[in-house]
């Protein structure tokens, strides 16, 4: 809009140059230009009470529809630890696919990394530093538990385990390790920042070699890459693998995970370089933003109810949620819908932005509320207790966001 207003003005100055008569009258032109500053501003600031950002993707510019969209992933996991688990796979990979697809769009036309294990594991580090700290405070908060269990029952084998779980929560190898005892020890959901790890160090060379290829190889490999995950998980059902094993392969493996990801940045990749704009209308994107919702709604029902080969563990907690979670992610970046403005409004906008810090604080939050209702034997109706974790929650990841921008401040100033 910036730019019409630009040439707006540039047009209005020629017809001065071009028509002498004209300059005599240019109170008047000089008023067309205000009208059209006016109409940009008034868009702009339309757009902003929408909640609607560019689509120029930058790290301060982030496409809103897709926020939204990430909002709404943090609702359900944690509403998946209220009494839904059949949620947590859906926003899982639904937030894969976002990291993917926006990373690629964040960094595509950014100078390459240096190549290198070195240079790949210091860009995963500057990517985790900013929940790092969260990380630990909540992991000394659910360390306190595992202390008050040893103090009940002191053994040399439950120091051992506990120094164990310490060491593999600080350096976030809970999911490099095929043991139950550590996929979930500490703070429980702490192993999607092992997997996330994983994911940022192989970005750079992923990207790399992605921007290579064009539209045509590019949905060859993410197809083939789909393709191998199914028949992966396939084998596993085919075999009679253990549920745990099956678990941990397709749901907590970064090496599987890696494919997804993979697949959402090749839709990055597409996104990026497509010639033009979808000559579809609005009402035609709001029905195949509708139309993912219904699979993805489709696919919620497989897994809840466990229906059928999709709904076995071997499919249920990855490959049946990525044709919908991509597709999502796909339409609402193109933010032609009526979802995708739905999705733009302000209070997504606000939740996705403490969604980070949610996600790390609510698990051990509600072990907190589970030992306090325990130990004033209270009874709490399922309603009551999910809005409280909600509130709780969000209060919680609304002052340490505050605490942080605050520590920061201080620390920038004291650097000045």
């Known amino acids: 809009m910036k730019g019409f207003c630009n040439f707006s003005l540039l047009r209005i100055y ?11 009258s240019g109170v008047f032109l ?12 008034y868009k702009n600031t339309a757009d902003a009470l929408c909640g609607r950002t560019e689509d120029t993707l930058t790290d301060k510019k982030l496409i809103s529809s897709l926020q939204g969209l990430r909002a709404v992933a943090f609702l359900s996991v944690v509403l998946s630890h209220c009494g839904a688990p059949w949620l947590g796979p859906w926003a899982i990979t639904v937030f894969v696919a976002l990291s993917g697809f926006l990373m690629t769009c964040n960094y595509y036309d950014r100078p390459r990394t240096a190549p290198g294990l070195r240079s790949a594991i210091a860009f995963s580090l500057k990517k985790i530093r900013k929940l790092y700290p969260l990380h630990l405070i909540m992991m000394a908060a659910a360390l306190l538990f595992v202390l008050k269990g040893l103090l009940a029952q002191p053994s040399a084998r439950g120091v051992l385990s506990c120094a164990a779980q310490l060491v593999v929560s600080i350096f976030l190898l809970q999911t490099w390790i095929p043991s139950s005892r550590f996929w979930f ?20 060379p992923l990207l790399a070699v992605l921007k290579k290829a064009d539209a045509r190889r590019l949905r060859c490999i ?17 075999v009679g693998l253990s549920g745990k094993a099956a678990f941990y392969l397709t749901y907590l493996c970064p ?30 994107f709001s029905l195949l933003e509708l139309a993912a919702v219904l699979l993805a709604g ?18 249920r907690y990855n ?10 992610v796909w339409l609402l970046a193109v933010g032609k819908g009526i979802i995708s403005r739905l999705l733009s409004a302000k209070p997504f906008l606000w939740l996705a932005e403490l969604s980070p810090y949610g996600f790390l604080i609510h698990q051990v939050l509600i072990r907190y509320m589970e030992w306090t209702a325990d130990k004033f034997s209270l009874t709490v109706h ?14 919680l990841s609304s002052f340490y966001k505050a605490l942080e921008r605050r520590v920061r401040q201080r620390h920038t100033q004291t650097g000045a």
């Not at 490959?319 to 999502?328: W, Y």
Request: hydrophobic share 50%; net charge positive; aromatic share 14%.
């Open 185 to 204: 020890c500490l703070n429980g959901v702490a192993w999607y920042l092992s997997v996330q790890a994983f994911l940022y160090a192989i970005f750079p």
């Open 382 to 395: 399922p309603v009551v207790w999910t809005l409280t974790v909600y509130l709780l929650t969000l209060c």
């Open 319 to 328: 490959v049946l949620f990525t044709p919908s979670a991509v597709l999502l």
């Open 222 to 238: 993410a197809a083939v890459i789909f393709c191998v995950q199914c028949l992966a998980s396939f084998v596993f059902w085919k």
């Open 255 to 284: 090496v599987f995970r890696a494919g997804d990801f993979t697949i959402s940045c090749c839709m990055g990749c597409l996104y990026h370089s497509r010639k033009q704009e979808s000559g579809l209308p609005g009402g035609a």
């Open 14 to 24: 020629d017809a001065q140059k071009s028509h002498p008569a004209t300059q005599k």
């Open 298 to 315: 489709g696919c919620l029902f497989i897994a809840a109810k466990q229906v059928g080969v999709l709904g076995a563990v071997d499919f």
């Open 30 to 41: 000089t008023g067309r230009a205000v009208f059209f500053i006016l109409i940009a501003h």
